[in-house]
């Protein structure tokens, strides 16, 4: 049973630049949930997919934005990218008979 | 969400148990505790979770106080793979459905030693 899988693992991208990070959940998840961890810092909470549609969001400016697929698949998309972009980005997956979340490995996102 | 305080950090002797403390005063009636930790640069793991009895799984235990305003994670025999961040996490359990951000803080540092 795979676990939950992120697409690429490291990115290098410069200022101004798009990015777009992918999320493949838990077999049997339904819920995508994004993250953003900076350097030396515990993870913050970006936003939550469910049904195709942005369930919850965290304190993160519209230049983030995201998808989720019928097949519950998910994307995250940043824009106008700012060095402070630069982190760690996990996807974390659930599903709606448990609250549990299941992180991904992650992409590192370096901003030049 | 209610917020937790946790060491900094904390050392362990292989072989030992690891008892990692976490104190979550403001936690209401329907907010689990979970448990994570994440080894460098890679994602966080789960460990356990519980509402207010006292859980084991294959990784570790999970004692929370009757008052439910704090928590002890049991490694009981710590391994040099079990140095990491663990992070005590008060989350919504909006009835069974998937909702809900997790919020993290500094976590501790746990270091096993030889």
């Known amino acids: 049973d795979a676990g939950v899988t992120q697409s690429p693992t490291h990115l290098i991208k410069t200022r101004g630049q798009q990015v777009t990070l992918r999320c493949s959940p838990k077999?049997?998840?339904?819920?995508v949930s994004w993250y953003q961890q900076a350097l030396g810092q515990g993870p913050q909470f970006i936003f939550q997919?469910?049904?195709?549609?942005?369930?919850q969001r965290g304190n993160f400016p519209d230049r983030f934005s995201g998808h989720q697929f019928p097949n519950y698949s998910s994307e995250l998309n940043v824009n106008a990218l700012l060095l402070g972009d630069s982190a760690l980005y996990l996807c974390?997956?659930?599903?709606?008979?448990?609250?549990?979340?299941?992180f991904g490995p992650g992409t590192r996102l370096t901003v030049l | 969400d209610a917020k937790t305080t946790q060491p900094p950090s904390m050392d362990c002797a292989e072989g030992r148990a690891a008892n990692l403390p976490c104190n979550h005063s403001?936690?209401?009636?329907?907010?689990?505790v979970y448990w994570y930790r994440q080894i460098h640069s890679q994602g966080p793991q789960y460990i356990i979770h519980?509402?207010?009895n006292n859980e084991t799984n294959e990784m570790a235990s999970l004692i929370i106080t009757e008052d439910r305003k704090s928590s002890t994670l049991i490694l009981p025999h710590a391994t040099l793979r079990d140095t990491a961040v663990y992070y005590c996490?008060?989350?919504?359990?909006?009835?069974?459905?998937?909702?809900?951000?997790?919020?993290f803080g500094q976590g501790t540092i746990l270091t096993v030693h030889p």
């Open positions: 974390a997956s659930s599903s709606t008979s448990s609250d549990t979340q299941y």
């Open positions: 077999s049997g998840h339904d819920t």
């Open positions: 997919y469910y049904e195709e549609e942005e369930r």
């Open positions: 403001t936690i209401s009636g329907n907010e689990y």
């Open positions: 519980g509402l207010k």
């Open positions: 996490i008060v989350g919504p359990n909006a009835g069974g459905t998937s909702y809900g951000k997790l919020t």
